[in-house]
């Protein structure tokens, strides 16, 4: 099972919005809505941000959306704040059972 | 609410060695488990899934035939048997409170670290 593909790096401002693609295949992304982000911030473990595509956990800000169209899902954090600082995960299930990850996009707030 | 993982370390090729990681706080046996790991400076790689109930578990390919994951509810303990080890074993192994069945990973242990290395 191939990763899915997420952009390498991504910036913006405070205050600004930024996107986050995740393309996979219709195995994965485009056949199911289980998708899910998560944040890693340096040294920590990772924490779930989005589930289901367009779902937030309890507790997560409502900066954070999720979308998806066709193969391609997206993670959108508008109001840019500082501690959005981090690398950012997509995971999909897949049709064989298992799961799969994105290569992880670094997020930049210059 | 956490998961604590013991039982990594440095372990020679095709050595092998157990993780382990408890759960506290949520009624362990009602929620299927998984296993990722992160490779030093990577990005994150599910290895492994069990149901609640244990009778149901899978694998990612690179780990398949090597790997055991198991389960005991009454410890409330979720377990990695590795065998066969290889220097691409090498990560920060985490073990991950699911959802549903590979859903989402709602709850994360800080992780422990697995060398392989002569």
């Known amino acids: 099972q191939s990763a899915l593909t997420q952009p390498a790096s991504v910036s913006g401002s405070p205050g600004q919005s930024i996107t986050i693609s995740c393309t996979g295949t219709s195995s994965d992304v485009g056949g199911y809505n289980y998708v899910s982000w998560y944040q890693q911030h340096p040294g920590k473990a990772p924490k779930l941000m989005i589930y289901?595509?367009?779902k937030r956990p309890s507790g997560v800000s409502n900066r954070f959306s999720g979308s998806k169209s066709g193969n391609t899902a997206s993670l959108t954090i508008s109001g840019l704040q500082a501690e959005d600082e981090a690398d950012y995960y997509c995971?999909?299930?897949?049709?064989?059972?298992?799961?799969?990850f994105g290569g992880g996009t670094k997020l930049t707030v210059l | 609410v956490q998961l604590l993982e013991s039982g990594g370390g440095l372990v020679q090729p095709g050595g092998s060695l157990r993780l382990s990681c408890a759960a506290s706080?949520?009624?362990?046996?009602?929620?299927?488990m998984s296993w990722v790991r992160q490779a030093p400076g990577k990005g994150m790689e599910w290895v492994s899934a069990i149901s609640g109930s244990g009778a149901g578990t899978y694998y990612a390919d690179s780990v398949k035939g090597r790997f055991t994951i198991s389960r005991d509810n009454s410890r409330n303990t979720l377990y990695l048997q590795m065998n066969s080890l290889r220097a691409e074993d090498t990560a920060i192994y985490y073990c991950?409170?699911?959802?549903?069945?590979?859903?989402?990973?709602?709850?994360w242990g800080h992780g422990t670290m697995v060398t392989v290395s002569s």
């Open positions: 706080g949520f009624t362990f046996s009602s929620y299927a």
């Open positions: 995971s999909a299930y897949t049709s064989s059972s298992t799961l799969v």
């Open positions: 289901d595509v367009t």
């Open positions: 991950a409170k699911d959802l549903n069945w590979l859903e989402a990973f709602d709850l």
